[in-house]
């Protein structure tokens, strides 16, 4: 299995630092608001990966932070006039919903900031203890030209480096251009308000860079000892995120923590390309953004919504436009008929269909193998699909046929995670089936087309054979 590594800039195979599962940490959300769907194409990237790696045999151990504490979620809470606490919890919330309605797995930890300011104080001691951070009157700085890696990950030239007080920068978030000094402690002031913790390094709090380090360290390495202590750390062996965050937020982190522990961080860096809007990244400043609530209204399924985020290489930008729901909604569609029809098929045996069926994992895997190259393994479905239903339609499939290409395009599915499963109807739908199956055994056919027309409304298609009533499930928008 091959992964592109930003910090090589080159597929790399994939290996374990130790044994054990593999542990992986990714950005999570900062939570000032509802996530749009340019994050949640990043973090179904993230889901797919670890999905595939399981699928390839590995154990994953995912970290996930929330940020819960920077300088968005402070002034998103001052202006609502709530508690920094009360104002996270409720998008928290709302993100845990949101990455359910995706099926995106949960992480195996989701450690939020405020919950570990004493491990960043331990890390931040050991560096001011160590010579590469210092004391300014606002806080406490990483002396960038003291780490003579810094820039590796972002590939920056360090002639603009501007260390000392030339050149330090307080806010969380800036550019190359403002290549500096940056904050792992701020010290209090007023426009914090009633966020500050009194530490031994003073009353203030966390830059965001520090955040990430800290927790990133202290789950993935009592991931594999007992306990936690700085000296314990092992090299990560994943760390993900949006290509935003690749400067100056990866770059950061590595600082922090390589000049701490002496050791690499984490062995692959993997950073997922942007969704953008008309050309431009989607994102909260610009306003150009949807949310999946959004999306959910307008009457998209989510499943649709999963697979036009899913349906791209990760690391092409993606520009999104709604008619690629409706594009999505029929890929969907068509998968999961694919498989109704399997389940029905009763005709000849074929011999060809199981190899057919083997051949096309074998590139469906392949092309994961590669990068994660979604698009070649997602071809090789539909050339499978396309095939079998021609066999279908000449009635030359039997139902042990069927039931190995179910099991294939089941396999394809622990990766995608497009399928729904008829065993999942709702008690509501279950009971409209039966009232309309009741109706007309009665023969009342006024009634049965209400409730064809009710259950309709509600996603689920009716159609009456010769063997009793059969539905399924409709993707297309509901209008
Ligand atoms: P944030 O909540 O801003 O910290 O972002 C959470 C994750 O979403 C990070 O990994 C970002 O890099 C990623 N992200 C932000 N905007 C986009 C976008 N337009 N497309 C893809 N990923 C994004
Ligand atoms: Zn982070």
Do not use: M
């Given at each position: 299995m091959k992964l592109y590594n930003t910090l090589s800039r080159k597929k790399e195979d994939f290996h374990l630092v130790k044994e054990g599962p593999v542990r992986m940490y990714s950005c999570g959300p900062t939570?000032?608001?509802?996530?749009?769907?340019?994050?949640?194409?990043?973090?179904?990237?993230?889901?797919?990966?670890?999905?595939?790696?399981?699928?390839?045999?590995?154990?994953?151990?995912?970290?996930?932070n929330l940020t819960d504490v920077d300088?968005?979620?402070?002034?998103?809470?001052?202006?609502?006039?709530?508690?920094?606490?009360?104002?996270?919890?409720?998008?928290?919330?709302?993100?845990?919903?949101?990455?359910?309605?995706?099926?995106?797995?949960?992480?195996?930890?989701?450690?939020?900031?405020?919950?570990?300011?004493?491990?960043m104080v331990a890390i931040i001691k050991e560096l001011l203890k160590k010579g590469f951070a210092y004391k300014s009157e606002d806080g406490i700085y990483f002396a960038v030209d003291k780490f003579k890696e810094y820039g590796k990950l972002a590939h920056l030239d360090r002639s603009h480096l501007k260390a000392g007080a030339s050149g330090r920068v307080?806010?969380?978030?800036?550019?190359?251009?403002?290549?500096?000094?940056?904050?792992?402690?701020?010290?209090?002031?007023?426009?914090?308000?009633d966020v500050f913790w009194e530490t031994e390094i003073g009353k203030g709090r966390p830059g965001w860079h520090i955040e990430c380090s800290a927790m990133s360290v202290k789950y993935l390495t009592s991931a594999i000892s007992d306990g936690f202590s700085l000296d314990k750390f092992e090299t990560l062996d994943i760390h993900t995120g949006g290509v935003d965050l690749m400067f100056p937020h990866h770059e950061d982190e590595i600082a922090q923590v390589e000049a701490v522990v002496g050791?690499?961080?984490?062995?692959?860096?993997?950073?997922s390309e942007h969704l953008l809007v008309d050309g431009k990244k989607m994102s909260k400043s610009l306003g150009n953004f949807y949310t999946l609530r959004d999306l959910l209204k307008m009457g998209y399924h989510p499943l649709a919504i999963r697979y036009a985020l899913i349906s791209s290489h990760y690391r092409q930008k993606l520009n999104f436009v709604l008619s690629s729901l409706d594009a999505a909604s029929t890929a969907v569609q068509r998968i999961n008929d694919f498989i109704s029809r399997l389940n029905e098929a009763d005709g000849s045996d074929n011999e060809n269909v199981k190899d057919l069926a083997k051949e096309h994992l074998?590139?469906?895997?392949?092309?994961?193998d590669d990068d994660l190259e979604i698009s070649r393994a997602l071809a090789s479905l539909f050339d499978l699909m396309s095939k079998v239903n021609r066999e279908l339609d000449a009635g030359h499939i039997s139902k042990s046929d069927a039931q190995e290409v179910i099991s294939v395009v089941r396999r394809m599915n622990d990766v995608l995670d497009i399928l729904v499963d008829e065993k999942d109807l709702p008690p509501d739908i279950l009971d409209l089936l039966e009232q309309r199956r009741k109706a007309r055994e009665a023969k009342d056919y006024q009634r049965s087309d209400e409730l064809r027309e009710e259950l309709k409304s509600k996603g689920i298609l009716v159609e009456d054979t010769k063997n009793g009533q059969r539905w399924k499930r409709i993707f297309s928008r509901k209008v």
């Open positions: 939570v000032y608001d509802f996530v749009h769907i340019g994050n949640l194409r990043t973090f179904l990237f993230e889901d797919i990966l670890c999905r595939f790696l399981e699928y390839r045999g590995f154990e994953v151990f995912q970290v996930k300088d968005k979620t402070i002034k998103g809470s001052r202006k609502k006039g709530v508690p920094l606490k009360e104002f996270t919890r409720e998008y928290e919330k709302a993100f845990f919903e949101d990455c359910k309605t995706l099926r995106i797995r949960p992480a195996r930890v989701y450690p939020r900031a405020t919950e570990h300011i004493p491990e307080l806010a969380d978030e800036y550019d190359k251009e403002n290549l500096a000094d940056f904050a792992l402690w701020k010290f209090w002031d007023e426009d914090d308000g050791k690499p961080f984490a062995n692959f860096w993997l950073h074998l590139k469906f895997e392949n092309a994961l």
